[in-house]
């Protein structure tokens, strides 16, 4: 509604202050990285939802280029120039968003999550949510479970 009445850019800031969701594709939940992402003219953003959708598999500047119909280097320089940061940064951030949730929600073990989105691996993983968020994937799990509200 108020992408509607005030256009998408007041949308976004509003959604980010408010911390709530600016936009949900249906029957899928949306992560902050496509906020910072996801401009309504970006050529680039059905190629996010794509790469989101296939975190499990190798998504290299070259595959990326070449599903965005660009040239390697142009696709770099470009993708950079409109969203603020490189191929492989916005892939990481796509697949920290997806463990992160995953983490939070229990959903399998630390080593699975990190196989699910791409990390290939625990210790990896491990060492990209420390960089992010500052601990490791089961601090965030044991936070998460302390906080969640208990059924009785």
């Known amino acids: 509604m108020v992408a509607d009445d005030l256009g998408e850019d007041v949308a976004k800031r509003t959604a980010q202050q ?7 594709p249906a029957g899928q ?10 401009r309504p003219s970006s050529r680039f953003s059905p190629l996010i939802e794509w790469a989101r959708e296939r975190l499990s598999e190798r998504l290299g ?12 280097r142009n696709f770099t320089r470009v993708f950079a120039v409109e969203t603020g ?4 940064k916005a892939v990481e951030r796509l697949r920290l968003e997806v463990a992160r949730e995953q983490v939070e929600n229990g959903a ?5 999550v990190a196989m699910h989105t791409g990390f290939g691996g625990a210790e990896r993983m ?9 601990q ?3 601090s965030l799990r044991r936070t998460a479970l302390l906080t969640r509200p208990h059924d009785r």
């Open 29 to 38: 939940s949306q992560f902050s990285v496509l906020l910072d992402l996801d």
């Open 136 to 138: 490791p994937p089961q």
């Open 61 to 72: 500047v070259e595959r990326l280029a070449e599903r965005a119909g660009m040239s390697t």
């Open 85 to 88: 940061m490189t191929p492989a």
């Open 126 to 134: 491990r060492r990209a949510f420390v960089r992010r968020f500052g």
């Open 108 to 112: 399998g073990s630390i080593e699975q």
């Open 18 to 24: 408010m911390v709530v969701y600016y936009r949900r």
